[in-house]
Each structure stands twice: as C-alpha cells, then as structure tokens.
C-alpha cells in the first residue's frame, strides 16, 4: 500500500488524504503504533512535516505522564548538536533503540509461546513480566548500557587517534605527546 499522505494547513489541522477528513496528533500516534508508512506535508509549501508532527507527539506524550527523558538525557541530547558526533550520535541512538526493540519482540515470541495468542496481547501479562523481571532486566540493560558506553568510547577514541595521525603538525590540546598537553 503506498505511503500514506497528511496534509497540515495553516490553520493547524491535519488532513488526511486517504481517509478525507480531518484529523488529530492522537490519530497520528495510532498510525504510528500500527507501524503505519505516512508522512505530513505542508499544504501550502510542499515541505514536509513528519519529524516536526512526530516531535509534537513526543512532547506531548513527555509532559503527559512519566517521562522518558530525563532532565539530564535532554540536556545531554542538546549537547550534541553542533558538536562533531551530532551526525552520530543519531545513528547511535537508532541502532540502540532498534536492539531494544527486537530484544522486546524476541521476549514477545517467547511468551506467545509459552502462553499462546491471547496472553500476548494482555497488558496485564506485561505488567506482571515487568514486575517479577524487573531486576533481572535492569541488570541485563545495564550490561547493555556498559558495553553500548564502551563501545562508543572506543569509536571515539579510535577517531581521535585517526585524526592525530591525518594531522601530525597540529597540537591537541590535553593529548599526551602534544606540545601543550606537556607544558602543563
């Protein structure tokens, strides 16, 4: 089925195309949840808005309830930008997230196997898994954390190195061996 298309107006309504109506963010979200292709372009100048909506959606969903992001994380997050890692950063954290989410369907097979159809689907399985498994699942993320922050350090590492070696005459600052870093 080919890419579903929302149009957003001036006046802030989203318009669905395929459906010819209008539409709210709340409607937006469930397409989102059923892992529907959709984007929303701008009515009047063709640009096109899906990150802009899916980021409304978001902080809509932050300000709602128990957030994701800590005060800290988003501090972190706008750190990044402008900095030399932006553009990898974004990878980084997509790659996390898509390992998070397959490591989430992999625990849903199993429990559709172990309980059939139905229990997969009850929330409240879910919230029983999560209750009883909780400290055996931070302990699993927090290995994953571990070695998700190691590796990223050495890609760091190994990009600084790459680039003393591309750059032999300049001076680092704080890297030993360099000039400044030995005056102090």
């Given amino acids: 089925m080919a890419q579903r298309l929302i149009k957003k107006y001036p ?7 395929r459906t010819s109506s209008y539409i709210t963010l ?17 009515a009047k100048s063709g640009e096109d808005l899906t990150r802009n909506i899916l980021l409304q959606i978001i902080l809509e969903e932050e300000a709602a309830g128990t957030p994701m992001f800590s005060i800290d994380i988003l501090s972190q997050m706008i750190r990044f930008y402008g900095n030399a ?4 950063m974004g990878k980084y954290l997509e790659n996390n997230i ?3 989410s397959e490591m989430q369907s992999k625990l849903q ?18 919230a029983q898994f999560v209750s ?22 050495q890609m760091q590492d190994n990009m600084q190195e790459q680039t003393r070696k591309m750059f ?4 680092f600052p704080n890297y030993p061996g360099s000039a400044k870093a030995e005056e102090k």
Wanted: net charge negative; glycine share 6%.
């Fill in 26 to 42: 709340v409607n937006v979200k469930e397409m989102v949840m059923q892992h529907e292709d959709f984007s929303v372009i701008d």
């Fill in 11 to 17: 006046n802030r309504r989203l318009y669905d195309t």
């Fill in 85 to 88: 890692m932006q553009g990898m």
């Fill in 132 to 153: 009883f498994q909780g400290p055996a699942m931070q302990s699993m993320m927090g290995a994953y954390m571990d070695q998700s922050r190691k590796m990223f350090q």
């Fill in 98 to 100: 898509k390992a998070f």
């Fill in 168 to 171: 032999p005459g300049f001076q």
């Fill in 109 to 126: 097979e199993q429990a559709k196997a172990l309980y059939g159809e139905n229990a997969v689907s009850s929330q409240d399985l879910w």
